[in-house]
């Protein structure tokens, strides 16, 4: 009766990882309990979702090494795992709210975000290879595109591609605050797509800087983004609050890889409650100001959830 914040499932959005082949399902060593799917067995978890009442997720794809090039051609290819999975998912689904991942990094040979010329990200040739993989996406039947780049000028760039194109109605949920974090590496692991040469600290936010997140959301805000995302959340509250504060669109985080990976190995050792500290964490995410959370611990809350129906 008189808690201020609560957890909804519907604050929720499930990153799940799609990968070749069939009948495959395997976990990621560094991140228990989550799993690299092919398509037929992703169908099958999704539908395992939607009677836990788990309705929007993420998807995420890991392409195999002879697919990927310098500029992420296979990103905007119409038969394209990714891309078939989607129409497959919205076909087979279509009450799941899916939302895409817009980056190169999946699909480059270098490993980054952007187009790699010289050794250095160059920005504006990147923002015609994105643009291209949000329109297949929006074409297969995204619902919320997710550019997870952190070029200047992609969501801009991408919302008048969509308008367009006629997809007015596909949201742009943007990385807008996406720190240069140690705590990316098991989602790393999950994709094989750490660079292959130097970081991502030229294109991903400074740790230490606050103000940055405001200017990077006034950007977004203004060049049309319907969500504002800070990534990661648990080491961010103070930047999830910022902008909560300061933007009347919704405020997303992203609880990472190495959140949950933390979590689930203290629980383990026996050293923490990783049910409890589930709950605590995503209340406190809550409370600092997002209305959606990007969280391993999706599935899991759903079942907490519906433990004593």
């Known amino acids: 009766m008189i808690a201020e914040t609560n957890v909804q499932l519907d604050n929720l959005i499930f990153p799940l990882f799609l990968t070749e082949g069939v009948n495959f399902k395997n976990e990621v060593t560094s991140m228990p309990g989550i ?164 970081d991502k600290k030229t294109y991903q936010m400074n740790p230490a800087n606050k103000k940055e997140a405001i200017l990077e959301a006034e950007l977004d805000f203004q060049e049309g983004a319907d969500f504002l995302m800070v990534k990661p959340a648990l080491a961010y509250l103070d930047v999830i609050k910022l902008l909560s504060d300061n933007f009347e669109i919704p405020i997303a985080a992203y609880q990472v890889s190495g959140e949950y990976a933390m979590t689930k190995a203290a629980a383990q050792n026996g050293w923490l409650d990783g049910e409890e500290i589930m709950l605590e964490t995503l209340l406190s995410i809550r409370r600092a100001g997002a209305s959606a959370i990007l969280t391993y611990f999706a599935k899991e809350f759903a079942q907490w959830v519906n433990k004593d129906k």
């Open 35 to 198: 799993y690299r799917y092919s398509q037929d067995t992703l169908l099958k978890e999704l539908e395992n979702c939607l009677q836990l009442g788990l309705n929007k997720i993420c998807l995420f794809p890991a392409i195999a090494d002879e697919k990927k090039d310098p500029i992420a051609s296979e990103s905007y290819n119409p038969e394209g795992l990714y891309t078939s999975t989607i129409k497959q998912i919205k076909s087979t689904f279509p009450e799941i709210i899916l939302m895409t991942d817009v980056a190169m990094d999946p699909y480059s040979s270098d490993g980054h975000d952007g187009l790699v010329r010289g050794g250095e990200i160059v920005n504006d040739e990147t923002l015609h290879i994105l643009g291209k993989m949000a329109l297949a996406q929006a074409r297969a039947g995204a619902d919320i595109i997710g550019p997870s780049d952190m070029m200047d000028g992609r969501v801009g760039y991408i919302r008048e591609l969509l308008d367009d194109e006629g997809f007015s109605n596909v949201s742009i949920m943007s990385y807008t605050a996406k720190y240069a974090s140690a705590f990316y590496g098991p989602f790393r692991d999950a994709l094989d797509s750490a660079p292959k040469n130097g």
